[in-house]
């Protein structure tokens, strides 16, 4: 419903890069082109009453039946959270279909006729899946061989076992008395290593005591 919501993201760094070395493609799909009559709408109140509006059927169907080679994937509050694992995969596939639902959702018909997965950005709510799509492209933009410089800054997640990053430092050493801890200026690689990977393990179990789990050691 709001294409013009992505020409920021679309446009700056990596994304941008990798559509400029044509590694990645988008298309943006203005929905309104497939709205019903004179109005061109999109949506209308809910069955059974209730607040907010519901996203039609046939503008939906109208725009996701040619798209019926790829994955289509629904962004919605209702969904399934999306992690890392979740872009790994779509990284890997040809091509994906992102909608947008609003808030208040989109007829279930649609979602059970065309909708291959329902994703979520989080617990919290937003207006609409925007935000969650161009995450997303973002997201699997970087997982693009070719996209990323350096291939170790797309392998280091799961090197890591999926903890949380380090802090990390440059220069100066030194700014109004706020110091880097001086295991990373010691040049001893196999301390600085291990300094590391306590931080993660600190930091993981702190923050995100859920991704502990079975983090015992499964580290690098
Ligand atoms: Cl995908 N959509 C909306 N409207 N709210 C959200 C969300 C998506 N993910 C988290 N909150």
Redesign the pocket.
């Known amino acids: 419903m709001f294409p013009d919501y992505f020409e920021g993201p679309l446009d700056v760094s990596i994304v941008r890069r990798a559509v400029e070395d044509g590694l990645l493609e988008v298309d943006l799909i203005d929905l309104r082109d497939h709205g019903l009559g004179k109005h061109r709408q999109l949506d209308d109140t809910p069955f059974g009453g209730g607040p907010g509006m519901v996203m039609m059927i046939e503008p939906l169907a109208s725009a996701l039946e040619p798209l019926s080679s790829t994955t289509r994937i629904l962004?919605?509050?209702a969904?399934i959270p999306m992690t890392q694992a979740t872009l790994d995969r779509w990284a890997g596939l040809p091509e994906i279909t992102f909608v947008c639902?609003?808030?208040e959702g989109v007829d279930q018909r649609i979602v059970d006729h065309f909708i291959d997965e329902e994703?979520?950005?989080?617990d919290?709510?937003?207006?609409?899946?925007e935000v969650?799509a161009a995450a997303a492209i973002e997201g699997v933009s970087r997982l693009i061989p070719g996209v990323v410089g350096n291939p170790e800054s797309t392998d280091r997640e799961s090197f890591r076992g999926g903890l949380l990053e380090e802090p990390v430092y440059t220069r100066p050493a030194e700014y109004q008395g706020w110091s880097v801890p001086d295991v990373l200026l010691s040049g001893d690689h196999a301390r600085i290593e291990e300094w590391r990977r306590e931080q993660r393990f600190r930091r993981t179990k702190e923050r995100r005591p859920d991704l502990m789990s079975n983090g015992e050691d499964s580290d690098t």
């Open positions: 962004f919605t509050p969904g639902g609003r808030y994703v979520s950005l989080g919290y709510v937003l207006a609409g899946g969650a």
